[in-house]
């Protein structure tokens, strides 16, 4: 059982990277692609459907709306069909198509948003129809739920899973960037049951086509992030995280998208850090699926300096 | 100590065009005040009035961000690569 259990939110694996570490490191990652959507996304949907529903939010009438590069989008249109509340998202209109077919398919209204804007743009978008009136906004970006998920899931699933090794000490935790839920909440977990890990974030670098910010000014830190719990950020470059995900599929059998192999990347770099006998955690957030159209894992192989026009997280 | 910096798309108008540029200092607040004094309106992109980091700036020293390295204090070694981003989210 997990506290979102009925929203078909349960334990994903924690699996060993054996063949991808460093000599005398473990490193273990959370196996997100197991739940309902197959995304970690997953989570943060049920906590926030979930917060809403018990702040009496979800009145006849309301539909939802959500900015998202995809995965969010995804894990909310499953839960709002399933409790049949219309759903609009605003999504970036150069992410994969993948994620399009399968918003139509679970019956979310999408809206496009300029992809040179990113998520950003989409954000900008969603805040204005939101101010219009008639929609309920879950946002992501600002919803305390969405760390709150990952304090209450993500975190204790680590623990119980390093303990189901045998393992006791966790010297640090890696993960990507994207709204920093993830990170944030699970640091939070690890602060009271594993005092001393070391928190590291893994940032994608923004694409020059992504880059369609007016100034400096249009930036966004996303309030979910608490800046605060990490002692360290590494920028993890589009070819980086594309040639790890390409090794993770052919050294270790798991076929993850590019946010995965971002993590992969910088938790190897935290890893040669460590001392032998040291503990590392990561978070694989989704499978390759929805990245197959941009010719990731293609035989020739596409180049991260195409890719960095495609939103990928 | 010399740097290569990265100039991201929104800031090239203020360095000329310039993808990257070559500046001196021991520190980053040292390069970024090198770099101010060729394109002043960058390093008033780069450094906000009361001298700190912009929120909405992020630096990384070869990768590393330096907020948490020691800001805008982090020493920089010879040939160091500092790459500038704007803060956008992800999700």
């Not at chain 2, 065009?17 to 607040?29: C, E, F, P, Q």
């Amino acid at each position: 059982m997990t506290p979102f259990s009925e929203y078909g939110v349960h334990a994903t694996p924690l699996v060993h990277l054996e063949r991808i570490a460093p000599p005398g490191v473990r490193i273990f990652a959370k196996c997100e692609w197991h739940l309902p959507t197959g995304s970690v996304k997953d989570r943060v949907a049920a906590a926030m459907f979930d917060a809403a529903k018990s702040g009496g939010l979800l009145q006849p009438g309301v539909r939802l709306l959500e900015a998202s590069s995809g995965n969010t989008g995804i894990a909310i249109a499953r839960i709002a069909r399933l409790h049949e509340v219309p759903f609009t998202v605003i999504l970036p209109d150069n992410v994969t198509t993948e994620r399009l077919a399968l918003l139509s398919a679970l019956g979310a209204e999408v809206i496009f948003s300029p992809g040179a804007e990113g998520s950003n743009g989409a954000v900008r978008r969603a805040d204005e129809m939101a101010e219009a009136g008639g929609y309920l906004m879950l946002h992501q970006y600002a919803n305390q739920a969405n760390p709150e998920a990952h304090r209450l899931t993500t975190g204790p699933e680590i623990s119980a899973g390093l303990a189901a090794y045998g393992v006791s000490r966790l010297d640090a935790f890696v993960a990507a960037l994207g709204t920093g839920g993830t990170i944030t909440g699970v640091a939070r977990h690890l602060a009271l049951a594993h005092p001393g890990t070391v928190v590291v974030a893994a940032e994608p670098p923004v694409g020059e086509a992504i880059q369609g910010l007016r100034s400096l000014s249009d930036g966004y830190v996303p309030p979910v992030f608490d800046p605060s719990v990490l002692d360290a950020k590494l920028l993890v470059r589009t070819e980086a995280s594309i040639s790890m995900a390409r090794r993770l599929m052919s050294e270790e059998g798991l076929f993850v998208g590019p946010s995965s192999g971002a993590a992969v990347h910088a938790a190897l770099k935290v890893a040669a850090r460590l001392e032998p006998g040291s503990v590392v955690v990561t978070v694989l957030p989704d499978a390759g699926w929805k990245y197959l159209s941009t010719g990731l894992f293609g035989a020739s192989g596409a180049q991260g300096e195409e890719l960095s026009d495609t939103t990928l997280w | 100590m010399n740097t290569t910096i990265s100039i991201p798309t929104i800031l090239r108008p203020h360095a000329d065009g310039a993808r990257k540029l070559s500046a001196v200092g021991a520190t980053i607040g040292d390069v970024f005040k090198d770099v101010a004094t060729r394109h002043p309106k960058l390093g008033q992109q780069l450094l906000a009035p009361d001298g700190s980091l912009p929120i909405f700036v992020n630096v990384f020293l070869d990768d590393e961000d330096i907020r948490y390295l020691g800001g805008l204090d982090t020493p920089v070694a010879d040939r160091s690569e500092i790459t500038i981003l704007p803060a956008v989210a992800g999700g």
